[in-house]
C-alpha cells in the first residue's frame, strides 16, 4: 500500500450519516451503528486517492440507489464524492440481515453453543460484505478491513425497511 504522508494522517477524524436516508431502527440494530461509529472515530485507515493528508469528515447517505461518500478534510473543504451502486450489495446485506435476527433471537434464547454457531456465520457474512466494499472502492479510497468492517455495519443502516 503506497501512502504520500504519515499513516497516522489518513483517517476519518468525523463522521456523519444522513438521517433522512436512514431506515428506522431497532434498540440492536441502533446501538451496533452507535458502536460502529464510535471505534470508527477512534481507530481507523481512511486514505482517499490522490486528496493528500488528511485527517478526513465523512457523510454518508443514500440517494437514487447510491451510497454517497461525500468527503471533505477536517474543517470542511471539500474533497469530492463517491458513489456506489447498492446493486452488488444487496443480497448479502440481505442475507446478512438474516443472520442477524438469528443471532439476537439465539442471544435471548438459545444455548451458548448455538449462540457461538450463528455469530461465526454472521461474523463471516460481514466480512464479505466488508471486503466487496473495499474491492468497490479500491482505485477511490484505500481503507484497512477494520474500517471497511465499521463502513458496512454504517452502510447496513440504510437498507432496513
Do not use: W
Given at each position: 500500500?503506497?501512502?504520500?504522508?504519515?499513516?497516522?494522517?489518513?483517517?476519518?477524524?468525523?463522521?456523519?450519516?444522513?438521517?433522512?436516508?436512514?431506515?428506522?431502527?431497532?434498540?440492536?440494530?441502533?446501538?451496533?451503528?452507535?458502536?460502529?461509529?464510535?471505534?470508527?472515530?477512534?481507530?481507523?485507515?481512511?486514505?482517499?486517492?490522490?486528496?493528500?493528508?488528511?485527517?478526513?469528515?465523512?457523510?454518508?447517505?443514500?440517494?437514487?440507489?447510491?451510497?454517497?461518500?461525500?468527503?471533505?478534510?477536517?474543517?470542511?473543504?471539500?474533497?469530492?464524492?463517491?458513489?456506489?451502486?447498492?446493486?452488488?450489495?444487496?443480497?448479502?446485506?440481505?442475507?446478512?440481515?438474516?443472520?442477524?435476527?438469528?443471532?439476537?433471537?439465539?442471544?435471548?434464547?438459545?444455548?451458548?453453543?448455538?449462540?457461538?454457531?450463528?455469530?461465526?456465520a454472521r461474523?463471516?457474512?460481514?466480512?464479505?460484505?466488508?471486503?466487496?466494499?473495499?474491492?468497490?472502492?479500491e482505485d477511490?479510497?484505500?481503507?484497512?478491513?477494520?474500517?471497511?468492517?465499521?463502513?458496512?455495519?454504517?452502510?447496513?443502516s440504510f437498507?432496513?425497511?
Amino acid at each position: 500500500m503506497t501512502q504520500t504522508g504519515d499513516r497516522s494522517n489518513f483517517r476519518i477524524a468525523e463522521i456523519s450519516l444522513d438521517e433522512r436516508s436512514l431506515a428506522p431502527a431497532t434498540a440492536d440494530v441502533e446501538h451496533e451503528r452507535k458502536v460502529a461509529i464510535f471505534d470508527l472515530k477512534e481507530e481507523n485507515y481512511f486514505e482517499p486517492i490522490g486528496a493528500g493528508d488528511g485527517p478526513f469528515e465523512l457523510h454518508l447517505s443514500y440517494l437514487d440507489r447510491r451510497l454517497v461518500f461525500d468527503v471533505r478534510r477536517a474543517g470542511g473543504e471539500a474533497i469530492g464524492q463517491v458513489h456506489l451502486s447498492m446493486t452488488p450489495f444487496r443480497k448479502i446485506i440481505k442475507d446478512y440481515f438474516l443472520l442477524c435476527e438469528s443471532y439476537f433471537d439465539a442471544i435471548r434464547n438459545a444455548a451458548p453453543a448455538q449462540i457461538e454457531t450463528v455469530d461465526m456465520a454472521r461474523r463471516a457474512m460481514h466480512n464479505e460484505g466488508s471486503e466487496i466494499l473495499m474491492e468497490r472502492l479500491e482505485d477511490k479510497i484505500r481503507m484497512d478491513l477494520d474500517t471497511a468492517r465499521r463502513l458496512f455495519t454504517l452502510i447496513c443502516s440504510f437498507h432496513m425497511r
